[in-house]
């Protein structure tokens, strides 16, 4: 079994579910997932948001 990009996403999306489900998983470790995803959605937006500038840029000079 291969793991590209695709099963990964799909394994943790399943291991998120798993936990997400888990009642033994506190309020407290459910909002530290949830910040951490935030702050890993964040952190590509910028360097997309990076990337696209500095593309932009190039092309003028």
């Known amino acids: 079994m291969e793991f590209g ?4 996403t799909k394994i943790s999306k399943a291991v998120m ?4 489900t888990t009642p033994a998983v506190s309020a407290e ?3 530290k997932i949830r910040q951490q995803k935030r702050l890993a ?5 910028n360097a997309r948001e990076a990337r ?10």
Do not use: G, V, W
């Open 5 to 8: 990009p695709r099963t990964k």
């Open 17 to 20: 579910n798993a936990i997400m």
């Open 29 to 31: 470790q459910l909002e």
């Open 41 to 45: 959605r964040q952190r590509s937006e």
């Open 52 to 61: 696209f500038y500095r593309e932009r840029d190039s092309m003028t000079c």
